[in-house]
């Protein structure tokens, strides 16, 4: 079945400077991706959607400076935290969906991100 | 404005039957999603409603009534293993995956 992946699992990086977390979709084409942000204990939050080949469109609240979204090809989208602080360490999820239906919404396995 | 409300903690037994409730107010409804959720793990799908009515899969049930903006997930014959954070979702007019906030099971022996 579809899957979609994300890499890395984890991550931990120094204050200031920037992380790259990649969403693959391995076998379908998703002209869509959206990402998560999830705290401990809360939900999942959503922070952007990302559209191949346009801008990425950001929920209120998310600092689009901060959190650059790419989607350059219909198979990967990255979200790049830039100039990280130890409030950004979270667990970022991505998703996925296929032929654009809601019963074929697929997530990525995560990304734990600390910043120190 | 958009709200999923589902209650913050629930407790029951190992062997008996439990009820999640879910009601939302979103813009625009094309599903509502059931997702389990373990500690550091990414969602696991539970089940998709898109109709009223009741879906039953396995040990697990949901139910959805589009007119009075409810749902709850119903999970029979409970497991240890339950103990997971449960989390309902709506698929809202804009394609995206709305979450309320979760609800946290234990299943106590």
């Known amino acids: 079945g579809a899957v979609v992946s994300q890499h890395p699992s984890w991550v931990i990086c120094k204050s200031g400077t920037s992380v790259k977390i990649e969403c693959r979709s391995l076998d379908f084409q998703a002209t869509t991706m959206f990402w998560y942000r999830q705290f401990p204990k809360q939900s999942l939050m959503l922070m952007a959607t990302s559209n191949e080949g346009s801008k990425a469109t950001y929920e209120q609240g998310v600092e689009k400076d901060k959190f650059l979204i790419n989607h350059a090809s219909l198979t990967l989208s990255t979200l790049t935290v830039t100039s990280a602080h130890p409030e950004d360490s979270s667990f970022y999820i991505c998703?996925?969906?296929?032929?654009?239906?809601?019963?074929?919404?697929?997530f990525g396995e995560g990304s734990w991100l600390t910043v120190v | 404005g958009q709200n999923i409300d589902q209650p913050t903690e629930m407790t029951a037994t190992e062997g008996a039957i439990v009820q999640i409730n879910c009601t939302y107010q979103t813009s625009g409804f094309n599903g509502l999603f059931w997702y389990q959720q373990h500690a550091g793990e990414a969602p696991t799908f539970l089940s998709y409603?898109?109709?009223?009515g009741l879906e039953e899969k396995g040990r697990f049930s949901s139910f959805l009534s589009r007119s009075k903006g409810y749902s709850y997930l119903l999970l029979k014959e409970l497991q240890m293993k339950d103990s997971a954070s449960y989390l309902c979702a709506v698929y809202n007019q804009g394609g995206k995956l709305i979450f309320g906030q979760g609800t946290e099971l234990s299943v106590k022996p």
């Open positions: 998703s996925a969906s296929e032929g654009g239906t809601g019963n074929t919404i697929y």
């Open positions: 409603n898109v109709l009223d």
